[in-house]
């Protein structure tokens, strides 16, 4: 069964500590997005990648790290300097340069307190 | 720079009553246009999109929308809804610019009355 996988559903940590957030997929896309999501307001890209081991920042990257060493994976490092990191994480992929339309996964609720 | 209106938050429909949901873009070029559905702390799934050509879309679930470019709008129909279709609706643009990034809009919250 091909898709997007996000891990853990939901995930709390302590202010202060950098947190991890998984994505793989195994449609054999090029392409992976990281969007948050918080009420009201759609969804805003993070980080964006069109090729392994090359990633671009998106419109809020600020307080994000990702990385692309596997097409299929490319996991989001929410650190310590991101000021309001509770929200609602969503991966994405397209088959790559060129293709439009993005699938995503079932996404995972970050809480920090 | 490129946005994504969805001027209504919140609509309620009655069961087996029509639907119409509005998006209005900004984007200079021929957009992409999308469709998306979110069922409460799911992912989000596509609907419909739209790249060129006929201007009326057919989508998944008996969804259609149709492009007008003068209007520079997107609406999202249904002629009768069903109790199932209760969901959030997001609108969004595709920016080639920027590795056909999506810019969404805020999204409409369809309640279905029985």
């Known amino acids: 069964d091909g898709g997007i996988t996000q891990s853990p559903k939901y995930l709390f940590r302590k202010e202060g500590q950098n947190v991890t957030l998984s994505c793989e997929q195994n449609?054999?896309?090029?392409?992976m997005y990281w969007y948050r999501q918080d009420p009201g307001q759609g969804l805003r890209l993070i980080y964006y990648s069109q090729i392994v081991n090359d990633f671009q920042k998106g419109d809020i990257a600020e307080g994000y790290s990702v990385s692309r060493e596997k097409k299929e994976s490319f996991p989001l490092t929410v650190t310590s300097a991101q000021k309001n990191p509770t929200a609602f994480y969503l991966c994405?992929?397209?088959?790559?340069?060129?293709?439009?339309?993005?699938?995503f996964g079932p996404g995972t609720r970050l809480t920090v307190t | 720079a490129q946005s994504v209106t969805q001027p209504d938050i919140h609509i309620t429909v009655s069961e087996g009553a029509s639907l119409e949901l509005r998006c209005n873009y900004s984007?200079?070029?021929?957009?992409?246009l999308f469709w998306y559905v979110q069922s409460p702390g799911q992912g989000l799934q596509l609907l419909l999109k739209?790249?060129?050509?006929?201007?009326l879309v057919q989508g998944i679930k008996g969804f259609e929308a149709e492009f007008k470019r003068s209007q520079s709008s997107f609406n999202l129909r249904k002629p009768s809804v069903h109790w199932s279709d209760a969901a959030e609706y997001f609108c969004?643009?595709?920016?080639?610019?920027?590795?056909?990034?999506?810019?969404f809009g805020a999204g409409t919250i369809l309640r279905v009355k029985s």
């Open positions: 449609l054999n896309h090029d392409a």
């Open positions: 739209y790249f060129s050509g006929d201007t």
């Open positions: 994405a992929s397209s088959m790559g340069q060129g293709a439009r339309e993005q699938y």
């Open positions: 984007y200079g070029a021929t957009p992409y």
């Open positions: 969004a643009v595709g920016v080639r610019e920027y590795g056909n990034k999506l810019v």
